[in-house]
């Protein structure tokens, strides 16, 4: 069933080029790319925030690197707001709370990589933080060669920690 989301925002996590470059290819990456690139248009025709998320670290993601770029297709919708990050939770040491409070933001929609790593971490941060957390099931991933039992378990366990769980054509903005 579909729910229409208001007060909410959609973060895409990390994104970027160097997550596409593993030896372990992004467990059904064209999919993702997919259903991300679908929910920021349509968080866009709604007037909903698309907030980027960048990692960057000194050995992986490193910054102003091709690696740290966003994928291709993301840069040509392109965010409300980029917020960078150092740590697997986006709320850690970074203004993501902020950006959400002077928006009016209740509610934020978690995409992007990796599931058992900043999209666990970042969900379980939007919850500590007092946000309605809605995981999309289907638009999440990793570079794992067990991705798909990892996005599964996830699925499940951040559920029972009290994230929502949609798929892409459940999200309305």
Not at 6 to 25: C, E, N, R, W, Y
Not at 133 to 140: C, G, N
Request: aromatic share 6%; charged share 20%.
């Amino acid at each position: 069933m579909t729910e229409s989301l208001k007060h909410a925002a959609l973060l895409v996590i990390d994104v970027q080029m160097g997550m596409f470059a593993k030896s372990t290819i992004v467990y059904r990456a064209e999919q993702l790319i997919r259903n991300i690139t679908s929910l920021v248009r349509s968080a866009q025709q709604a007037g909903t925030p698309v907030i980027f998320i960048q990692h960057s670290g000194e050995k992986d993601l490193i910054r102003d690197t091709p690696g740290w770029q966003f994928h291709p297709d993301l840069l040509k919708l392109g965010p409300d707001a980029t917020v960078h990050k150092r740590h697997g939770n986006a709320f850690e040491e970074t203004e993501l709370d902020q950006i959400l409070k002077a928006r009016g933001v209740e509610q934020v929609v978690v995409t992007g990589m990796v599931t058992h790593g900043c999209v666990k971490n970042t969900c379980l941060g939007g919850l500590a933080a007092g946000y309605r957390v809605i995981l999309v099931a289907d638009a999440h991933s990793s570079y794992s060669q067990k991705a798909g039992e990892l996005i599964a378990e996830w699925n499940a366990r951040l559920q029972q920690q009290g994230a929502g769980l949609k798929t892409t054509e459940e999200i309305a903005f």
